[in-house]
């Protein structure tokens, strides 16, 4: 793995400098390693490799890019890239990179409560979440990636696909995502994080 190669060809020059999520404190950091870890086998050995390099560990992107702008870390690890996109482009300091194997895909998902006090009103927002106009305005106002693909521009999911391809790995919106409701399985899982992670 090259983000391994690269950690370990100048020790001293990583050292407490990487930054990760914390899993223990973020959802989408659970999220996103917890789905690595299905894709790529060495998951666990660039988790172990983050770790000898003194990772730095946080609950949130905001709190990586942060650090990343000042200087004290150098390199975010499995961070969010609308929010990695809109800070480089106000702040020189910040680059981003796609892993060449695979980059995953989170997908943001609204709902409508059975509950709802303006069900219609709802479902009206929705409409206009997923029209064109409510995509472009989400694209571009809010730089969150657009899904259709009648929608132009850098932050698009055509724009992604057109660039990397197959290495788009969405998550899927499936009972899969229920896996570690399962707290037996959770717990496992976090030894394992804890075991690679030294704290």
Do not use: C
């Amino acid at each position: 793995n090259d983000f391994i190669a690269l950690l370990k060809s100048d020790e001293k020059r990583f050292q407490g400098k990487v930054t990760s999520f914390d899993i223990e404190k973020s959802g989408s950091g659970f999220l996103f390693l917890s789905n690595d870890v299905g894709l790529a086998p060495n998951t666990w050995d660039v988790i172990k490799t983050m770790s000898s390099s003194g990772v730095k560990l946080q609950s949130s992107s905001g709190t990586m890019m942060e650090r990343i702008s000042s200087g004290e870390n150098i390199i975010g690890y499995n961070m969010f890239l609308s929010y990695a996109h809109a800070r480089a482009k106000k702040d020189q300091s910040i680059g981003y990179a796609y892993l060449g194997d695979y980059t995953l895909v989170l997908s943001r998902v609204a709902f409508v409560s059975k509950n709802a006090k303006n069900p219609n009103a709802a479902k009206l927002w929705l409409d206009y979440l997923l029209s064109k106009k409510g995509q472009t305005t989400l694209s571009t106002a809010s730089e969150l990636y657009s899904i259709r693909p009648d929608v132009d521009g850098e932050t698009t999911m055509a724009a992604l696909t057109k660039q990397l391809g197959g290495n788009l790995k969405p998550i899927a919106i499936d009972d899969k995502l229920l896996t570690y409701l399962d707290q037996a399985k959770r717990v496992e899982f976090l030894k394992q994080w804890q075991q690679n992670v030294k704290k």
